[in-house]
C-alpha cells in the first residue's frame, strides 16, 4: 500500500507569474512523455518483472513518479496563481478555463486529456525495461525542451533537478535490463 | 511463508486499517478527542509491530522509513501480490 508524505522531493520556487509557461508545463503532468505516464506504466509493469530486484526498482522509480508529478503540480499551480481572465486568454488557455477553471487536469501541452495509449505492458520484461528507458530519455528531451521556454530562475533550478533524474532512472533501468538478462539466459526460459 | 509471518502481517494489517479509518475520520473532525486518542495508541501499537517485522523480515517501506539488514533486503520475495 502507499502512504503520503507532506513534503515535496525537491524545493519549488517560482518567481514571476508566467501563464504560457504554465501550458507548456503541464505536459509533463498529463502528456505522453510526463510524469503520471511514468508513475503508472513503471507500476503496472512491476508484476510481471521476473526478479525481486526489477519489482523493487519498479516500485521505487513509479513511486518517485509520483512524488514528481506533485513538483509538476506546484510548478504549475504557482505559475497560474492568481492569473486574471485576460491573461489566462491571452496565453491560451480560454478554452482549458472553460473547461476547468484554474484546476489542474491531465493533458498536454495543447489540451489533449491523458490516455492509457501513451503506456504500455507487454508482459517481456525485456520490451518493457526498454520501453521505460525510452520513456526516460523522452522525458529528459521533454525537460530540456521546457528549460529553454522558461525564463524563471526558481522553475529552471526544479526542472533542471527532474531533468536529472530521468538521466539517473535511465541508468538504473539499463543495470535492471541486464540482470535480467543474466537471469533469463541461466534459466532458458524464453 | 511461516504462519509466524503471516501472523504479524495480519496484525499489521488490522492497525494499518484502523489508522487509515481513524485518519478521515479525523480530517472531518480535528476536534475529537477519543479518536486522536485512539489513533496515537493505534500509531504506537504500529511501530512496535512494524519494528517487529522488519528485525525478522526485512523492510516493510522504501526510501528511509525502514532500515535493512546486509545484504538490502527489499529485494526480497514475496511480494505482497504473491502471497
Redesign the interface.
Known amino acids: 500500500?502507499w502512504?503520503y508524505e507532506k513534503k515535496l522531493q525537491y524545493p519549488v520556487r517560482v518567481d514571476t507569474k508566467d501563464v504560457r509557461m504554465a501550458k507548456y508545463l503541464i505536459t509533463q503532468y498529463g502528456g505522453p512523455d510526463g510524469e503520471l505516464a511514468a508513475a503508472l506504466r513503471y507500476l503496472n509493469q512491476?508484476?510481471t518483472m521476473p526478479?525481486?530486484?526489477a519489482?523493487?526498482l519498479l516500485?521505487?522509480i513509479g513511486?518517485e513518479e509520483l512524488a514528481h508529478l506533485e513538483v509538476i503540480a506546484t510548478l504549475v499551480y504557482k505559475l497560474l496563481k492568481d492569473a486574471s481572465l485576460e491573461e489566462l486568454k491571452e496565453a491560451g488557455l480560454a478554452s482549458h478555463y472553460a473547461d476547468h477553471d484554474r484546476a489542474l487536469f491531465y493533458v498536454d501541452a495543447n489540451g489533449v486529456p491523458w490516455t492509457a495509449a501513451y503506456i504500455q505492458a507487454k508482459g517481456d520484461p525485456i520490451a518493457d525495461l526498454h520501453e521505460d528507458m525510452a520513456a526516460e530519455q523522452k522525458a529528459r528531451a521533454t525537460y530540456e525542451w521546457l528549460i529553454n521556454l522558461s525564463d524563471d530562475p526558481g522553475v529552471k533550478d526544479a526542472l533542471r533537478f527532474l531533468r536529472e533524474r530521468e538521466v539517473v532512472h535511465f541508468q538504473r533501468f539499463g543495470e535492471a535490463l541486464n540482470d535480467v538478462h543474466e537471469y533469463l539466459n541461466t534459466k532458458k526460459c524464453y | 511463508m511461516d504462519a509466524q509471518y503471516c501472523n504479524l502481517l495480519r496484525q499489521l494489517q488490522e492497525v494499518s486499517f484502523g489508522l487509515v479509518d481513524l485518519n478521515l475520520f479525523l480530517d472531518n473532525n480535528p476536534n475529537n478527542q477519543h479518536a486522536l486518542a485512539e489513533y496515537n495508541r493505534l500509531h504506537q501499537k504500529y511501530m512496535e509491530l512494524k519494528n517487529m517485522y522488519e528485525c525478522t523480515y526485512g523492510p516493510l517501506a522504501n526510501f528511509g522509513y525502514s532500515p535493512s539488514q546486509y545484504p538490502w533486503r527489499w529485494v526480497n520475495d514475496p511480494w505482497p501480490w504473491e502471497l
Open positions: 500500500m502512504i512491476r508484476y526478479t525481486g530486484k519489482k523493487a516500485t521505487d513511486t
